[in-house]
C-alpha cells in the first residue's frame, strides 16, 4: 500500500506541475500577446499627416518605441489663412518623412499605464517650395526656390497613458523639450539685374527661422539660402493605441 501511496502522490504531483507549466505557458503567451500597442496620432491628420507609433514592453514598466511621420508634400493646411499673416505663404509647398525611436519608463502600477518619461532620438526631413516674391524697381518680382531640409534631434518626453476601453488606450504626450541640429538649403534660377540682386539679398537676410542660421547668396543667375545650424523646439500629441 504505502508504495502504491507514493506512486499515487508523485503521479499526482507530476500532473500538478505539468498543470502549473501549462498554466505559466498560457499565462506567458497572453503576455506576449499584450506587449504590442499601435498608436495613432490624432491632430496630425487635420494637418494632413499620418503619424503612427509601434510600441513594444520589454520587461517590468519599460517598453521601446518607434513613431513614423508622413506629410505628401502640398499646400500647407489652413493655407488660405495665412494671407492674413505674411503673403509669402500662400504659394509655399511642402512635405515631410520623421523617425522617431524611444524609451518609455512608466511611473505607474504597469507598462502601458499612467505618468511616463521617454527619451528619444528623431530624424526628419522636409522638402519644400516656394514662389518667393520681392520688390525690386517699384514693382514685384518672383523668384521659384526649392530644395530639403534635415534635422537631428535628440529630448525627453512627459506624458501620460490610460486605458479608456478594452484594449484601447489614450496616449497624450504632454511637453517634449527638443535639441538639435539642422542643415539645408533652398535654391532658385532667375536672371538678376544688380539692383535686383541687391534687393533680393536685402530680403532673404531678414528671413528668420527657428532651424539654425540662415544665410543667403544671390547672384545674376538665382540665390541660394542655406540653413545650418542648432535649433530647438516641444514636442506634443494626443494619439489613440489598441493593445495586442
Not at 29 to 58: F, G
Not at 137 to 165: C, D, H
Not at 228 to 244: L, M, S
Given at each position: 500500500?504505502?508504495?502504491?501511496?507514493?506512486?499515487?502522490?508523485?503521479?499526482?504531483?507530476?500532473?500538478?506541475?505539468?498543470?502549473?507549466?501549462?498554466?505559466?505557458?498560457?499565462?506567458?503567451?497572453?503576455?506576449?500577446?499584450e506587449?504590442n500597442l499601435?498608436?495613432?496620432?490624432?491632430?496630425?491628420?487635420a494637418?494632413?499627416?499620418?503619424?503612427?507609433?509601434?510600441?513594444?514592453a520589454?520587461f517590468?514598466?519599460?517598453?521601446?518605441?518607434l513613431?513614423?511621420?508622413?506629410?505628401?508634400?502640398?499646400?500647407?493646411?489652413?493655407?488660405?489663412?495665412?494671407?492674413?499673416?505674411?503673403?509669402?505663404l500662400?504659394s509655399l509647398?511642402?512635405?515631410?518623412?520623421?523617425?522617431?525611436?524611444?524609451?518609455?519608463?512608466?511611473?505607474?502600477k504597469?507598462?502601458?499605464k499612467?505618468?511616463y518619461?521617454?527619451p528619444?532620438?528623431?530624424?526628419?526631413?522636409?522638402?519644400?517650395?516656394?514662389?518667393?516674391e520681392?520688390?525690386s524697381?517699384n514693382?514685384?518680382?518672383?523668384?521659384?526656390?526649392?530644395?530639403k531640409?534635415?534635422?537631428?534631434t535628440?529630448?525627453?518626453l512627459?506624458?501620460?497613458?490610460?486605458?479608456?476601453?478594452?484594449k484601447?488606450?489614450?496616449?497624450?504626450?504632454?511637453f517634449?523639450?527638443?535639441?538639435?541640429?539642422?542643415r539645408?538649403?533652398?535654391?532658385?534660377?532667375k536672371t538678376?539685374?544688380?539692383?535686383e540682386?541687391?534687393?533680393l539679398k536685402?530680403?532673404l537676410?531678414e528671413?528668420?527661422?527657428?532651424?539654425g542660421?540662415?544665410?543667403?547668396?544671390?547672384t545674376?543667375?538665382?540665390?541660394?539660402?542655406?540653413?545650418?545650424?542648432?535649433?530647438?523646439?516641444?514636442r506634443a500629441?494626443?494619439?489613440?493605441?489598441?493593445?495586442?
Amino acid at each position: 500500500m504505502k508504495i502504491k501511496f507514493t506512486k499515487s502522490l508523485s503521479l499526482i504531483a507530476a500532473m500538478g506541475l505539468l498543470s502549473l507549466n501549462s498554466f505559466a505557458q498560457k499565462v506567458n503567451q497572453a503576455d506576449d500577446a499584450e506587449k504590442n500597442l499601435v498608436k495613432l496620432n490624432l491632430p496630425s491628420l487635420a494637418l494632413k499627416t499620418l503619424h503612427v507609433q509601434y510600441e513594444r514592453a520589454i520587461f517590468g514598466k519599460t517598453s521601446v518605441g518607434l513613431g513614423v511621420r508622413m506629410m505628401p508634400k502640398g499646400s500647407l493646411p489652413f493655407s488660405s489663412s495665412f494671407d492674413s499673416i505674411d503673403d509669402q505663404l500662400g504659394s509655399l509647398e511642402m512635405g515631410n518623412f520623421a523617425i522617431t525611436p524611444e524609451i518609455k519608463f512608466y511611473m505607474g502600477k504597469g507598462v502601458f499605464k499612467g505618468f511616463y518619461i521617454a527619451p528619444f532620438l528623431k530624424y526628419a526631413n522636409y522638402n519644400a517650395s516656394i514662389n518667393y516674391e520681392f520688390d525690386s524697381n517699384n514693382r514685384t518680382e518672383m523668384i521659384p526656390l526649392s530644395g530639403k531640409l534635415n534635422t537631428y534631434t535628440a529630448g525627453v518626453l512627459f506624458g501620460a497613458q490610460w486605458e479608456i476601453a478594452n484594449k484601447f488606450y489614450l496616449d497624450w504626450s504632454i511637453f517634449g523639450p527638443q535639441y538639435g541640429i539642422s542643415r539645408g538649403n533652398l535654391a532658385g534660377t532667375k536672371t538678376l539685374s544688380a539692383q535686383e540682386q541687391k534687393d533680393l539679398k536685402s530680403e532673404l537676410d531678414e528671413i528668420d527661422l527657428p532651424v539654425g542660421n540662415v544665410s543667403s547668396t544671390v547672384t545674376a543667375n538665382g540665390a541660394v539660402v542655406d540653413f545650418k545650424g542648432p535649433w530647438a523646439g516641444i514636442r506634443a500629441n494626443i494619439g489613440i493605441g489598441y493593445r495586442f
